[in-house]
């Protein structure tokens, strides 16, 4: 009898962590025309926002990740309010986000925040509010940081990224009060996994908010923080990084495309 209890627990707990993950948003640009403005209208996003600074959020095409377009979001100038891109309060509320987007620093004067979180402040245009994001990322000039209360710590004990580099930044941040698997690995409750490139930086570290639902996210830069952005995923839950096949793939496919242009540059 026993056993037979045992047995229907391991089935339920298979059930439970393959139903874990849900791809909630996929963002790619991908059919966007050269210096299209994005908008609410031709992307999936409910959130795009130029500051009183001006500059642009455009779709470069062919861009910088595999063959289709992707997004830019630049400033004319720094001391401006924020230029960003999101998702408001209509994604499936959950305590575990994944969030994956590649990304490719075009100015690093200035700074390029990421959050998954909730609420009118969470996506308001003034300064963001710590208590609404289950996460806050950002490239401070380069040097990676987690959102802790009110300050910011490195990540991966100082992570500093390389101007026009192509990334893959995977956050997997469990603000729940247990712990989450996923294929590779697991995160404690009120903690977070972040990978770069495929490489773990940082291991159960504490996410911002803990016991939030988080509901939307946005990405921005304030001072000239210039980032190319593309592939944004989301899923509620906990999600693996993508196999190291595909991976791979993708970094021959951008390694390709700079020997392209490179060649393309000695025969101009
Ligand atoms: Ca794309
Ligand atoms: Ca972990």
């Known amino acids: 009898m026993k056993k037979t209890i045992l047995s229907i627990f391991a089935v339920a707990v298979t059930i439970v962590s393959s139903q874990a993950q849900v791809m909630v948003f996929q963002e790619t640009f991908d059919d966007l025309p050269n210096n299209t403005a994005l908008t609410i209208s031709n992307t999936d996003l409910t959130y795009v926002r130029i500051g009183t600074g001006g500059g642009t959020i455009n779709a470069t095409s ?7 377009a ?3 979001i630049t400033q004319a100038m720094s001391n401006a309010s924020l230029n960003g891109i999101g998702v408001q309060s209509t994604l ?5 986000y994944t969030m994956a987007f590649n990304f490719r620093p075009l100015d690093l004067t200035g700074d ?3 959050g998954v979180g909730a609420g009118t402040s969470f996506t308001g245009n003034s300064v963001f509010t710590t208590a609404h994001g289950l996460f806050w990322i950002q490239s401070d000039s380069g040097n990676l940081e987690r959102r802790i209360d009110s300050g910011w710590s490195d990540i991966g004990g100082g992570t500093t990224l390389t101007l026009n580099s192509n990334n893959l930044l995977h956050i997997i941040a469990n603000g729940s009060d247990a712990s989450a698997s996923y294929t590779g690995g697991s995160v404690g409750a009120g903690r977070m996994d972040i990978y770069l490139n495929g490489t773990l930086l940082d291991d159960d570290v504490a996410v911002t908010t803990s016991g939030l639902n988080a509901t939307g996210f946005r990405m921005y830069n304030v001072n000239k923080g210039d980032t190319a952005v593309d592939n944004i995923t989301l899923w509620s839950g906990a999600a693996p990084i993508p196999e190291p096949s595909s991976g791979a793939l993708l970094v ?3 390694m390709a495309l700079v020997a392209v242009r490179s060649l393309r540059k000695k025969n101009s």
């Open 62 to 68: 062919p861009g910088f990740f595999g063959t289709g």
């Open 252 to 254: 021959l496919g951008g």
């Open 112 to 114: 390029f925040v990421i």
């Open 92 to 96: 499936q509320p959950s305590n575990i």
């Open 70 to 72: 992707s997004a830019s």
